[in-house]
């Protein structure tokens, strides 16, 4: 089979799965997406709350993801810990994730059980027991992973030093796992109170992929998730981030074996396309940009930076343009010996200046889009992954239908729209940058477990 040929029939794959993907809401508010995959008996269940860190007040900050280990309690039919228990007992694997955008809660089973995971479901999202004692408990376990996550990791401490630093107004400033003074002050009542005001119905999206038949599982999802009362959540107003002025610079001297860089610009996101002067193709445009410089073993900063000059031992670019508000498009490097962070900020740097004065060659912006469309399209071949896809973008307020036109409009973005979104970003008055200067670690103290990145997971 051709390499043309077996492209395009992964390219009909990924359309055809798009098509099977149908949608309903329940009277109560709840929206039930399912998508269809026959390959094997398997089914993913993910129920998404659309409250994140990024919903918290002042002094309460933590208090999702305080609420995801809480969803673990118990209710009244069912105690604690017996959810994970249940699921493990029919074969399944189940977590759950809280984000600045959304809380969500997975199982993944044979496909004959997925009654057994909307029954447990539908039961907690209306019947948790929250108590003072397992409450207490639970904070204490939170606390626990910031200290392993965040306060003994250098690198964590430099990310939350960077995000105070990049974001004046907007909750995004604040980490998911919240600060330790808020965590000592949360009591029960918060958490009931949190609990009350957003999980509900009308703020949930249950999303289903595997091998199921949509009308079967709408009707499951009535006779479990229907009976819920349903109450309109207390949505508060969005914060909405002041566009940065200048460079903003952070640093901390802290013990640690290697310096570390973390560079920083406010980008748009999907969300935020076609309004306040940003067009529908820029998060695409910087998708492709995160791409060329890197987007692999032949991307310009693995190329030159890391194998070329030998400034960087490492080196990576993160923008998602899947978030509720406008995002960041970060890199974090780490010099190689020999080299300082001041060094390696100047190449990085030269790199950015690079792209925004010079249009990306045909060849490069060929295989960089490629590479983003098989990546996306590969990613697919997992059950559980097209329900993030799905989740992600509903979770968010955007249409999942976006993953249709996904490849058609990354395959449209030219390089003069690489060089635009680089000219009106990438530019020194919108950067954050942020340094780790290692001092001496305690002789004998070993290094801690490494730092996890994404979303926290039980």
């Known amino acids: 089979m051709s390499h043309k040929f077996s492209w395009l029939l992964l390219l009909s794959l990924w359309l055809t799965a798009c098509s099977q993907t149908h949608e309903t809401t329940l009277d109560n508010g709840l929206r039930v997406i399912v998508h269809e995959d026959h390959r094997s008996p398997v089914v993913v269940s993910q129920i998404w709350y659309q409250v994140g860190s990024q919903d918290e007040p002042e002094g309460r900050t933590g208090i999702s993801h305080v609420l995801e280990h809480m969803m673990f309690k118990g209710t009244a039919k069912h105690g604690p810990n017996e959810f994970s228990r249940i699921i493990a007992e029919n074969g399944g694997r189940e977590n759950a994730f809280t984000s600045y955008d959304y809380t969500a809660y ?126 309109s959540p207390v949505k508060t107003a969005e914060a909405v981030e002041p566009p940065q002025k200048s460079e903003r610079r952070a640093r901390a001297a802290l013990p640690a074996e290697v310096p570390y860089l973390l560079l920083g610009y406010h980008a748009p996101v999907h969300a935020s396309a076609g309004r306040n002067e940003v067009a529908e193709w820029e998060p695409y445009a910087l998708s492709i940009l995160g791409g060329v410089l890197d987007g692999g073993q032949a991307a310009r900063f693995e190329r030159e930076l890391v194998r070329d000059k030998k400034i960087a031992s490492s080196i990576d670019l993160d923008y998602s343009a899947v978030s509720r508000s406008p995002s960041m498009l970060l890199i974090e490097a780490t010099p190689a010996n020999g080299h300082t962070t001041a060094e390696l900020e100047k190449a990085i740097r030269a790199q950015i200046e690079r792209i925004r004065n010079e249009p990306v060659s045909t060849e490069e912006l060929k295989r960089v889009k490629a590479q983003v469309v098989a990546g996306n399209v590969y990613s697919r071949d997992s059950v559980f992954y097209q329900a993030m896809q799905i989740g992600r973008l509903a979770a968010v307020g955007l249409d999942w239908r976006l993953l249709d036109d996904y490849v058609k409009n990354l395959n449209a973005v030219n390089a003069e729209q690489v060089q635009t979104v680089a000219r009106k970003y990438l530019v020194d008055t919108n950067l954050t940058v942020a340094v780790l200067d290692p001092q001496p670690m305690a002789k004998g103290k070993p290094r801690s477990a490494p730092r996890m990145g994404g979303g926290h997971v039980r």
């Open 106 to 231: 997975f199982q993944q089973l044979e496909k004959s059980r997925l009654p057994i995971a909307f029954e447990l479901e539908a039961d907690r999202m209306q019947n948790l027991v929250l108590t003072e004692a397992e409450s207490s408990k639970e904070i204490k376990v939170v606390m626990e992973e910031r200290r392993l996550r965040t306060e003994d990791q250098p690198e964590a401490l430099v990310g939350e030093k960077f995000m105070t630093t990049a974001y004046a107004v907007h909750p995004y400033k604040h980490p998911v796992i919240g600060w330790m003074a808020d965590l000592q002050s949360m009591t029960v009542k918060d958490l009931r109170d949190w609990y009350g005001r957003y999980y509900t119905p009308a703020n949930a999206i249950l999303v289903v992929t595997g091998d199921v038949q949509p009308k079967e599982v709408f009707a499951l999802a009535q006779k479990h998730f229907g009976p819920v009362p349903t109450r």
